[in-house]
């Protein structure tokens, strides 16, 4: 019997962090985005620079410096 192996592709997005890293998430790992909340004192979660808050599958937030619009087409364009 023969069997044919399609090589799945994973897409990542390339999105960057405050501090100037990078960090690639998929897309698929992404559970919802939600605009910063203009600057507080009592904010101490998210950094001054971040634009857009991502929750993860894992549960960890993840604060970029592309605007959730921005965010949300890489996403769309990714899967």
């Known amino acids: ?3 044919l192996l399609f090589p799945a592709t994973l897409a990542m997005v390339l999105l960057h ?7 690639r998430v ?3 790992h992404v559970t ?7 600057s507080s004192p009592a904010n101490k979660v998210v950094v001054g ?8 599958a894992d549960g960890k937030v993840l604060a970029v410096l592309e605007t959730c619009e921005v965010v949300r087409n890489l996403l769309e364009q990714a899967r």
């Open 1 to 3: 019997m023969l069997s």
């Open 17 to 23: 962090r405050a501090d100037g890293g990078e960090v």
């Open 26 to 28: 998929f897309p698929s």
């Open 32 to 38: 919802s985005l939600h605009a910063k909340a203009p």
């Open 49 to 56: 620079e971040a634009r857009c808050v991502l929750w993860l």
